[in-house]
């Protein structure tokens, strides 16, 4: 539903921004009404008023939407949505001219993407805490108020036992953790259980190595390395410094409801058909697995596998897939761009110039945003906020559509915490940054990763920003497959190219490019047409001849691992010509026919270079009638041979069947037992 079929509910929070009903209704296209100053509470009742229509609300203030929310649920009019317009444009050193964003957040706020689908997964609420002394037991001892606890001390220092054991204890070291929330599976070394005679001191019994064991939960309060790569990314698993109490206090608190059923977003899908992974055991691309930060990917044969228990929609997988067989779906690729495409044609048609949009985390980005517009200058009022679960799934593709879709600049705010999950996302920045030098478009890095969380470290960053208009928006409806959306949107930026190059070179293992053949080394086999996994080798049945179709290639390497004579070379770049979409002749040779059927079996070359091998210096090929074999295709060799006196697969003569009468001359004495065997 659009904006202008809902009521719009606008504040200026007692005239700390700047906004002019005129202004405001020009830029968003319908009467806004009242500009508000107090409506979440003298004005209160405008609030209530608003309820009893039936339209839905849309309410541009956050802060106070809890209470919004409480009175909404009294009446029946429960389509109340919530805008922030305050931190991430009003209050701004440029709030005065933050209009145009004002209409671009209110308008976007509408857009509804397609959700992903839900995994359901059970919890029993057995909870391992693990950790060292007093802490760890009172951790496990309020838990225990809600879950079914057990406590593995990782050292039994400074630990008072209680009067009654209500936590069960052990000692032991988790040597591997694996499985996700509702199953984890844990081997421990030195597992052994407290002796119920302890007194002044902690006894253990019966320490034993290999221990296995399973829970549903896990609060980690060791001073050891994390027990799963990509942590925080890892459901039910809680890694917490144990010197800082709120942290363990908030842990407490957020683990003590994991029992029962919950649903978890399948954040990806997976199309194995389509997967360049590997082919015939021969590896070919392994982007997913290199820059998975959870360890949710692993290697299956000829195809990868994705367990979305443990996937916490990092998304880097999506971005870096050359094929787009691995394709997010928390929103899915198409949402992305629409959304985006929404955001900045609402600030545009408010008259904004510039557009920078800054893609951030929910809630760390929101977060440092508010700091900002509190203390310090705010966002520029072309610096367009874009939230979304996890910006590293933005590759780019998605980054390409949105600057056809008028974005200058497009700026990724990470948490330091994830800087070690960024290998993804620098690689496609630096790509997007390539493509738009190629075409001259980039006076600098249009695509900017900040990681920091200090607000005025970032608040500088961004203000340093260029305003400088570099790109016309030219948006296009996202249609079509991952590759499809890219040659779409590099389409519209080569428009904007001043000199429009044909070609241009992209950076090594970029997805784009074509295959050179070194034709003096190349036999014709075809094995890199069996390998390829996106049919752009392509060989052509019944002539000696290989195609390749530029626009298809995706750079996996599969056909040069596979090429027994080493005769490929990939080639990293990007095609705008027509010819990249036909196919093109990479080799091709005279064939040579059969001398008995005329069938064409093999190349020219090929029969003359293995006739002048073996024939007449070969047993098998000793005279001109049995060289002519090489000359002739498979059906036609194996008649030959079985019709020759010197078959090969002849066994002799068949001996004579004796007979009853053959036996009778024998006891008459015309025949000996000699004539027989002389007869066979």
Known sequence: MALNDKTCLVCNCENSMVLDTGKLSKALGFDVGTIHNNLCRTQLSHFENALDSEQPLVVACTQEAPLFVEIAEESDNHGVTFVNIREQAGWSAEGEDATPKISALLHASQYEAKPARLKSIQSDGMCLVYGAGQQALEAAQLLSQKLSVTLLLSADDDLVLPRISDVPIYRGDIEKAEGSFGSFQLTVNNYSPIMPSARAGLDFAMARDGAKSQCSIILDLSDNAPLFAGHTHRDGYNKVDAGDPASVLRAVIDLSDMAGEFEKPIYVDYDAGTCAHSRSQQTGCSKCLDVCPAGAISDAGDIIAIDSGICGGCGS???????????????????????????????????GENAILLAHNEPFGAD??????????????????????????????????????????????????DKDELSGLETETALTDAILSGLELNESPRCTIITEADPDIVEASIWELSKKSFLAASPFAPIGSKRDIARLAFGKLHALSPEKPDVITLPAAAPYGRVDIDQSACTLCMACTSACPANAIIETPGEPTLRFVESACVQCGLCTTTCPESALTLIPQLNFTPAAMQPVTLYEEEPFCCIVCETPFATKSTIERISGQLAGKHSMFADGERAKLIQMCENCRVEAQANSSEDPFSSGTRPRVRTTEDYIEAERGNRTAEDFLMDD
Not at 383 to 411: K, Y
């Open 317 to 351: 997988c999506h971005a870096v897939c050359p094929t787009g067989s691995i394709t997010y779906q928390y929103p899915p690729r198409t949402s992305i761009v629409e959304h985006g495409r929404l955001l900045l044609k609402s600030y545009y048609d408010a008259g």
């Open 368 to 417: 440092l945003i508010s700091a900002m517009a509190r203390y310090g200058r705010g966002l520029p009022a072309n610096v367009i906020p874009f939230a979304f679960h996890s910006v590293t799934m933005m590759g780019h593709v998605e980054m390409a559509a949105l600057m056809a879709s008028g974005a200058q600049r497009i700026v990724f705010l990470c948490n330091p915490a």
